[in-house]
């Protein structure tokens, strides 16, 4: 079981990539689609999701492509999983059933709306700098 989606996931992958180039240097779907690892085109239409939700500014023709919005201090991955899932991401149901209704025949319901809550808290507070900062971090720790 997974939180979110690939997509997601990749969309995260690349704002962070992004974000670590400074995000104010436009960059093609192609650099960003190869820097990031992740196919041409999801990149192409996760990165027109993000600028659909104003979390990228897209630039058409010759010299264009994307760049961030806003300094990535300002972009909640709350907003990043819900550009690409939409508003209602936390449906999943643990116990089995099809979606997470408020059932209360669900066996699990009151613990699971417990985690759901405190990732939805994660979510809303942390950063994509806090992402950067924790991905750069990690490298560091992997080169000692």
Known sequence: ???????????VRILTHMA????DAI?????VARATQVPEPSAAKILQSLAREGILESR????????LAQPSAQILLARI???????????????????????PEC?????????KQ????FLETT???????????????MDT
């Open 107 to 115: 066996p699990l319901h009151s613990k699971w709306t417990q985690v």
């Open 127 to 141: 950063s994509l700098e806090e992402m950067l900062h924790a991905s750069q971090h990690e490298l560091q720790l």
């Open 60 to 67: 058409k023709g010759p010299g264009g492509g994307f760049r």
């Open 27 to 31: 960059q093609t779907v192609r650099h």
């Open 81 to 103: 999983v819900r550009a690409v899932e939409g508003e209602d991401f936390t449906t999943e149901c643990i116990g089995g059933f099809k979606k997470c209704t408020g059932n």
């Open 118 to 121: 405190q990732m939805q808290e």
């Open 20 to 23: 670590a180039d400074g995000g």
């Open 1 to 11: 079981m997974s939180f979110y989606s690939k997509p997601t996931k990749m969309a």
